[in-house]
């Protein structure tokens, strides 16, 4: 059976969701993935960055990290995303990132590939729910197989029981994403890597 390739593709300011990008490249190679995380590429000028510290230290400490590109789109049989809200929608640096692959979705290079997201807000109710759905949208015209967490692990619950996706409430005043957190997005990647070796196996026979 060939191996599961993932490419996890995030979009984080401050680091929330980069930690949860971290947590599922972790699980999905101890799961026997071949993984490349990759982060979209900041559309924000120096001026928005410098007027918040977090910002600018988290882009300053993750400049070694690879920006995506198509070719990793097309690499990939799997696909991770991560996302912060923005009033209740996917972030712009990430919508830009995907408004790219016009070519690859009408080459039919994004189909019949499993795919799964997180995100997150400041806030309980701060658009975790609808950002997950509005990136859902753009798979459903790429004719990716979503596979969303359910309630198919009791991890979900301990993590606030997002059936969608996996999402956190970020705090500015405790930057570290909760364990719960973190282990209910390892569950969801497990998962993913899982429906994801099932395809391949089925594809092959």
Same mark, same amino acid.
Do not use: C
């Given at each position: 059976?060939?191996?599961?390739?993932?490419?996890?593709?995030?979009?984080?300011?401050?680091?929330?969701?980069?930690?949860?990008?971290?947590?599922?490249?972790?699980?999905?190679?101890?799961a026997?993935?071949?993984v490349? %995380?990759?982060?979209?590429?900041?559309?924000?000028?120096?001026?928005?960055?410098?007027?918040?510290?977090?910002?600018?230290?988290?882009?300053?400490?993750?400049?070694?990290?690879?920006?995506?590109?198509?070719?990793?789109?097309?690499?990939a049989?799997?696909?991770?995303?991560?996302?912060?809200?923005?009033?209740?929608?996917?972030?712009?640096?990430?919508?830009?990132?995907?408004?790219?692959?016009?070519g690859?979705?009408?080459?039919?290079?994004?189909s019949?590939?499993?795919?799964?997201?997180?995100?997150?807000?400041?806030?309980?109710?701060?658009?975790?729910?609808?950002? %997950?759905?509005?990136?859902?949208?753009?798979?459903?015209?790429?004719?990716?197989?979503?596979v969303?967490?359910g309630?198919?692990?009791?991890?979900?619950?301990?993590?606030?029981?997002?059936?969608?996706?996996?999402?956190?409430?970020?705090?500015?005043?405790?930057?570290?994403?909760a364990?719960?957190?973190?282990?209910?997005?390892?569950?969801?990647?497990?998962?993913?890597?899982?429906?994801?070796?099932?395809?391949?196996?089925?594809?092959?026979?």
């Amino acid at each position: 059976m060939s191996q599961v390739k993932l490419t996890i593709v995030y979009y984080s300011s401050t680091g929330t969701n980069y930690q949860m990008a971290l947590a599922a490249k972790a699980a999905a190679e101890a799961a026997g993935a071949e993984v490349r %995380l990759r982060k979209v590429a900041e559309l924000a000028p120096d001026a928005a960055i410098d007027s918040n510290p977090a910002w600018r230290a988290h882009v300053n400490a993750t400049r070694d990290v690879p920006v995506v590109s198509p070719a990793d789109m097309e690499w990939a049989n799997a696909y991770l995303f991560g996302t912060p809200t923005r009033y209740g929608n996917v972030a712009s640096q990430m919508k830009q990132f995907i408004d790219t692959l016009g070519g690859l979705w009408l080459q039919g290079s994004l189909s019949n590939k499993p795919v799964a997201a997180f995100t997150s807000a400041m806030n309980v109710h701060g658009g975790q729910e609808s950002t %997950l759905l509005a990136l859902y949208h753009t798979f459903y015209h790429w004719g990716s197989i979503i596979v969303p967490p359910g309630y198919t692990d009791p991890a979900f619950y301990a993590a606030g029981g997002n059936p969608y996706g996996v999402s956190a409430t970020a705090d500015p005043q405790q930057p570290e994403v909760a364990e719960a957190t973190l282990e209910a997005v390892r569950v969801m990647t497990r998962r993913l890597v899982q429906v994801a070796g099932w395809l391949l196996k089925g594809q092959a026979a």
